[in-house]
């Protein structure tokens, strides 16, 4: 019985190793816009495989110090862990007590800063908003079907919106007002 234990734990080993494996030579990533409040995962040869809608930072901009409510920007941020995170509470103070306010997964991300990631949220109307203080948030069902592509070492890219570009001083207003209506256009 011990044996057939052990051959069992074995396979099922092997599996979850080649699934992690053909997951991380895939060269799949992904591609955040903020403009957009979308979240795309592409293929190695670049051709959009999934979109989904997002929510980001409560502030516009490129993220400036621990608790300023921005998204970071980049093009060379890594997921560096991939955590069950469907036992963890938060209490945002409000007298209801703690919540599961992260939903099943945290992705969390290599950026520079601190508790930056890809998450589920118990505040599904917060999806397409500028209302967390940094993190990605996805609805949990999204997030449950991005899951198994994604893998430590992923690739990741985040953009900046119009927003974003006119709260750092990137653009003049014109080029914000063209740059927004590109983007509620769906160009």
Not at 18 to 33: K, N, P, T
Not at 141 to 160: A, C, S, T
Request: charged share 25%.
């Amino acid at each position: 019985m011990k044996r057939l234990i052990l051959i069992l734990a074995l396979a099922v080993a092997a599996a979850w190793t080649l699934g992690a494996q053909s997951a991380a030579s895939s060269g799949e990533w992904l591609y955040i816009d903020k403009g957009k409040m979308q979240l795309t995962l592409f293929s190695a040869s670049n051709k959009p495989l999934m979109v989904f809608p997002v929510g980001i930072g409560m502030n516009a901009g490129n993220k400036r110090s621990a608790y300023d409510g921005r998204t970071p920007e980049g093009d060379d941020f890594t997921v560096q862990r991939i955590q069950n995170f469907s036992h963890v509470t938060f209490d945002y103070q409000d007298g209801k007590g703690p919540v599961y306010a992260y939903g099943p997964w945290f992705f969390r991300l290599k950026t520079g800063w601190k508790s930056i990631g890809i998450h589920g949220t118990d505040r599904p109307w917060t999806i397409g908003k500028r209302d967390s203080h940094g993190c990605i948030r996805m609805y949990n069902e999204d997030l449950v079907k991005l899951k198994p592509r994604v893998y430590v070492g992923m690739k990741v890219v985040i953009v900046p919106g119009a927003e974003d570009l006119r709260a750092d001083g990137k653009i003049t207003e014109d080029e914000y007002r063209v740059l927004r209506e590109k983007e509620t256009a769906g160009e």
